[in-house]
Structures are given as C-alpha cells and as structure tokens.
C-alpha cells in the first residue's frame, strides 16, 4: 500500500512527520502548479468548483506516482466536499487508475476516529507510537502557524519588500526537516526573532484588513494567487482567523471551558443568518459583523459557485455594519494582473477613507 | 383572515399541497404568486449577486410578486428529510437570504427542517410555525396530520396516475376536467418516450425551460418523468450508481437518471441549471453511467437566464433525430 493525499498550504508537512514516524509508505505530490491545475480542470466536470480540481489534480500526480490508496476529506452535512471522494474516485477509476479512496471525516470526526483511522493506515502500529506521532504533526503545525503570523505581521512593514517570505519558505524547509521537539523548537525560536529582526519601515502604520471566506482558497495560496503576501506588498497587514492548528484544536479535542471564537461569530451573524448554511458561510457573515470596527476593510475570498459563499455575499452586501469588502471569486479563469489591478484599487480606497476619517478628526479636535 | 403567499418556485412543486391544507386547516387563506413570467426574472436577479443561481432569481422574483399581497410569506429551511442526508446551501438560507435582499417582503414565515435533530424537534417547529395562527397545540396537530394526508394523496396520484405535479395540484384543487389527459392517454405519443431527470422547479416551469415537455409531446413523444416512478425503484437505482444518497431530492437526478437509463425511456435529457452544487455532482454521476451503459442516448441541458429559446429547439431537435436515427439502424438490422 502507497498512501497519496492532496495539498493544502502546508498540511503536507505534519502529514509527512506522521507517516515517517509511523513508517507509512507514502508519496507527497508536486505542490501545486500549472500542470496539477491543467490536470484537473481537464478531467472535471465543469460546474465543480476550484477545490475539486486541484484536489484532483493532485491526486493524479499522486497515483501517477504509484499511490494506490488516497486520503481525502469527506463527510455529510458539509457542502459538495462531502462527496468529492466519491466522484474523484469514479473519475481516477476512468483514467485506469486502480486506487482506494479513504475518506477523513472532516464533519462528525473525533480525536478517536482520527486515531482510529491512522491505526488502520498504518496496519496496526502500537496506539503508544500513534498517539506520539501524532503529536509530533500537530507540534510541527502548530510551529508552522506560529511562524506564519509574524510572518504576516512582518510583511507590510519590511523596507525590503519578500524578506519575510524568503525567510518562511526556509522556515517551512527546516521544519520539515525537524526530527525531534528539541529541533523543532530551536527552529521556531530561531526563526521568530530572525523575522523580528527584519528592518522595518517604523513609519508606517499599516492599513489592517481581515480576510475571510471559504475554508480550502484561505489556506492554500496557489488558489487565490498568494492574495496574503500581495497585499504585503501593498503594504496591508493582514488578520485571518482561520489556521490549521487552530481548527484541528477546536474540531478534535473536547473543548473544556467551552471558550471557541466561532461561537462569537455565529452570534454575530444572528440578526442576518440564523442558521448553518454548510461550509463556512456563517462564519463569513459573522465575521464581517463582529470586525466591522476592528478592521479597515475586508477581503472575502470564496471559489467560484460555491454554494455557501454565495448566500454569505448576498447577505453581507445587506448588513447594517458597513465596512468596505472586496470579494475575490477564484477559478482557473482568473489571472494575476486582474487580480493585482482590483486590490490595489480596494487599498486605494481603504487609504482614502483613513485620510478622510483623519481629517475630520482633526478638524473635531481643533 | 390571515392571507399566507407561497411563491411558486423552488419547493412548491414537492409540497405545496401540504403546506396549502396546513395553512387553510388553521383557518388562513392562501395566495399563490402567478407563474414565472421574464419581468418576474428580471426583478429577482437585480436583487443578487450574479454568481446566485437561477432557480433562486426565480424565487426572488416570485417573492416580490406577493410583496403587499399577503400578510406572511412562507419560506421554509429544510437542512434534511432523511438522516444524514442534508439539502443545498441555497435552501438553508432561503429565509435568511430574501430577508436581506428583500427588505419590503412581508414577515417571513421560517421553519427548520431537520430530522438529524430528531422528533421531538420537527414537532416543536411546526408547532412554532402553527403558533402564528392559533394558541390551540391541538388545532396544530390535527392541521398538520390533514396537511401529511394531502401530502401523500399528492404523491399517491403523481406515481399511480402519472401525473406532473402541476396537474396533480390541479386535480386537487378541482379545477381540472373530470378526465385529464394524462401522458400515458396522450394519443400521439407514438415516436417513442423521453425521459426528462431534473429538479421539478425545472421541469415544470414553462419559461425556466422554454416549454419542453410541450415540444417534446408536439414532436409525438410520451414524456416521463422522476415523479411517475415509484420510491423504492428510485432508491436502487440511487443505491446503484451512487451507493447511498448525499443531497435531499437526489432521487429526482441520479434516482430517475439510473432508473430510465436502464430500462423504459428511447433517451434521457437530464436539465440542470448554470452553478448549481448539488447537480454539478449528480448529473456527472447519471452522465457517467450513461458513457459506461452505452445504451440509451443522454443529453444534459443546462440552463440560465441567458440561454436563448432557439439554441435549446436546436439542441432538442439534434437529440430527437439522433434517437429516430439510431431506431432506424435498430430496425434494419433486425431486418
């Protein structure tokens, strides 16, 4: 058996921890690219939405890489992800390739199942060894995530614009190539106050903007163009609420206090929506509520046709905390200058409305 | 008296007969916008971002009909009819979503739907929706016990009289003539018999469609559709070519895809609409199995408000005379 799976940011790198510890025979497929993107959009039906085909894409490196069994997210009571799996499996089964689908529960799944899942893929390894590995991947995520948010912080700032990212693409490189928890942490703290060394613009007070939106086209740059270090170049910094680390931390282990940020955000969006309307839907419109004040504008990121997203856009337009939003619908028809063209002018917008609301402060205060 | 407006789209055509008896059972009136007209399209889709799909413009635009109409407007959320088989995002925010498009709407009548949740819940929702009209719990009950029984005896008289719901509800309402012309009496359905899958708010919305099962029996054949099946040949069908159902109203697709592309129908058009989740996936499966079958020609139409009434006669009459060839092919090899 040779385990595959799909990319996802770098999601592949706890996963690859894991399977070496658990000696998992595996294949991690090109990150994504032109060619993974070409693959899938050929082999899908048309109306599905980005996920779907870079997913698939991946997924046909990956068997093209001799994997025969393939991990992907499923479900019920999601949205089309839920049964993505199943199609994906008919259309590899087209294209002669002989592979199992395994479906990782993304809705219902418990600390146990995953454990339980991973017991089977790894045909029965001791559940002391699992639960180690285990361990191991959500510290190498956890570095990951704590790393990307200085990296975020640093970006609009750095005089020399690409600093930040040349410095966590080595960061990603190291901790893959951590192999024990003294190595991890030594590259994380080594990392943190290299990029808080970076030379900064003190000057600036960089404009703040939230991005929010679809689950799987926030976490995996390929997909939205790198929108997050775009806008560092615009000099924006940029809040998501959305990490990995975070999310598996909230989904997988009981929740003593009963603190969880989603909670806030659903009761934000109360007045306009109710109810889960599947994917992240809710969440978009609740965040867009709760950090009307917080932010100076918001970028709504959402592939094209998704279902969630597109009843989350229709209310957001309509409710009565107004702060500027910019969605971004990503598909394999979309290009970067057009992309470019559009935050720059959202930026343009959002510094105009800061001298605007300056001025009139000045004008109260004399 | 309480005047209740039901748009006519989207839900209606599966269960207006049941909401219509429960509303009048608690002593309301019901008033039901006119059929989909191209101003009624128009009106829906300027309230949304172009990305929303058109079966919701459709919906939209029926809701501004009945704007100062009526004093409710119905819309339910149904999350899920069948355990852990959950419904379309669009449908889960209907209510939310003509709220915020639609400021002027009349208050919205919203009710949740989910048998995840079990009994006890569902209970308490339609008692909630009944608490609009009377205090009386017992009045709620037996009101909704009339209304499953209209509900039934609308699916009794679609699947044992093959009827289309529009005529069903006609039949129910007693404005149809004693002896309707039902398809399977249709007198020149002589050519053969299509079989048309899709969502019924497709199907039966003459101008969604441009007439199609008009041009279909005006062309000389039978038309069959999801609703004249019965459930159970629906479900191994379903069972067939997906393993277990993943959307509510999976049956009206990939159910009666599988069912006619087996046995019973000359060809199969299935209909979708522009950006739709859940048909994205199912009429993949139903067109899958028709490549790997190889015996009954299927077409999938997929419609949106820009799709122009010739291009769909084009297709249709390139479908039909690739049918009638391949019969003739059929009958000289016999020969």
């Not at chain 2, 393993?243 to 299935?270: H, K, R």
Request: charged residues 20%; hydrophobic residues 40%.
């Amino acid at each position: 058996m040779r385990l595959g799976m799909p990319h996802m940011g770098n999601l592949y790198i706890p996963f690859k921890a894991l399977f070496q510890r658990l000696s998992i025979d595996y294949v991690i497929p090109p990150v994504n690219n032109q060619r993974t993107l070409s693959l899938g959009v050929k082999h899908s039906p048309e109306g599905l939405c980005i996920p779907f085909k870079l997913t698939l894409g991946n997924l046909i490196e990956a068997a093209e890489l001799g994997a025969d069994t393939l991990l992907m997210p499923g479900g019920s009571g999601i949205c089309r992800l839920g049964c993505y799996a199943k199609t994906q499996e008919e259309i590899l089964r087209d294209l002669g390739y002989e592979v199992e689908m395994i479906q990782a529960g993304v809705s219902e799944q418990t600390l146990l199942g995953t454990l339980r899942m991973i017991k089977r893929l790894s045909n029965n390894v001791p559940w002391i060894k699992i639960i180690s590995a285990f361990r191991f991947g959500l510290a190498k995520l956890s570095a990951l995530d704590r790393i990307e948010r200085v990296v975020q912080r640093v970006r609009p700032v750095e005089r020399i614009k690409g600093t930040a990212n040349k410095l966590f693409t080595k960061a990603i490189k190291a901790i893959d190539e951590a192999n024990d928890y003294n190595t991890l942490k030594k590259v994380q703290v080594d990392y943190i106050s290299q990029l808080n060394q970076v030379t900064k613009d003190n000057q600036v007070q960089p404009l703040i903007v939230g991005i929010i939106g679809e689950f799987y086209v926030l976490l995996e740059p390929f997909s939205s163009f790198d929108v997050e270090s775009e806008l560092g170049k615009l000099g924006v910094e940029v809040r998501r609420r959305l990490f990995l680390s975070e999310w598996t931390k909230f989904s997988l282990f009981p929740n003593l206090l009963g603190i969880d940020e989603t909670d806030k955000i659903h009761k934000a969006a109360q007045p306009y929506l109710k109810r889960d309307v599947g994917g992240d839907g809710w969440e978009s419109v609740g965040e867009k509520v709760l950090h009307t004040k917080e932010y100076d504008g918001i970028i709504h990121l959402a592939p094209f046709t998704c279902m969630p997203e597109i009843v989350a856009q229709n209310i957001m337009l309509t409710t009565k905390e107004t702060i500027p939003v910019l969605t971004i619908l990503c598909d394999e028809q979309m290009a970067k200058p057009g992309m470019l063209t559009r935050l720059e002018a959202f930026v343009d917008l959002l510094e105009r409305k800061r001298r605007a609301q300056n001025n009139n402060r000045q004008r109260v205060t004399a | 008296m309480i005047r209740v407006g039901i748009p006519r789209a989207l839900l209606y055509y599966q269960y207006y007969p049941m909401w219509k008896t429960f509303f009048e059972e608690l002593g309301s009136q019901v008033v039901i916008s006119p059929s989909t007209t191209q101003a009624m399209l128009s009106q829906g889709s300027s309230r949304v971002v172009a990305d929303t799909c058109l079966p919701v413009k459709v919906f939209l635009g029926h809701v501004l009909s009945l704007v100062e109409k009526c004093d409710y407007i119905f819309i339910p959320a149904i999350r899920s009819v069948k355990r852990r088989v959950y419904n379309c995002s669009k449908f889960l925010g209907l209510p939310d979503m003509t709220k915020a498009v639609i400021p002027e709407s009349p208050p919205i009548l919203d009710i949740d739907i989910d048998i995840n949740k079990g009994k006890r819940d569902l209970y308490q929702s339609i008692y909630q929706l009944g608490r609009h009209f009377t205090w009386n719990p017992f009045k709620v009950r037996q009101a909704s016990i009339a209304a499953w029984q209209a509900h039934l005896d609308y699916q009794k008289l679609m699947s044992s009289h093959g009827l289309t719901p529009p005529q069903a509800i006609e039949r129910m309402s007693g404005t149809l003539e004693a002896t309707p012309k039902t398809h399977s009496s249709h007198s020149t359905s002589t050519r053969g018999a299509i079989a048309l899958i899709g969502h019924p708010y497709l199907l039966y919305d003459e101008h969604i469609n441009h007439r199609l099962i008009h041009r279909l029996e005006q062309a000389g054949y039978k038309v069959l559709t999801p609703e004249m099946l019965t459930a159970k040949g629906l479900e191994t069908a379903i069972v067939r070519l997906a393993g277990s159902s993943y959307w509510t109203y999976e049956e009206e697709v990939v159910g009666a895809g599988g069912y006619y592309l087996g046995s019973g129908a000359d060809g199969v058009i299935g209909i979708m609409t522009f950006g739709c989740g859940p048909d994205s996936l199912m009429m993949d499966m139903v067109r899958r199995q028709a490549a790997r079958l190889r015996a009954t020609p299927f077409m999938s139409l997929t419609l949106e408000e820009h799709t122009a009434e010739a291009g769909v006669v084009t297709r249709l009459e390139a479908f039909l005379d690739m049918i009638q060839s391949k019969k003739r092919r059929r009958a000289e090899v016999c020969v």
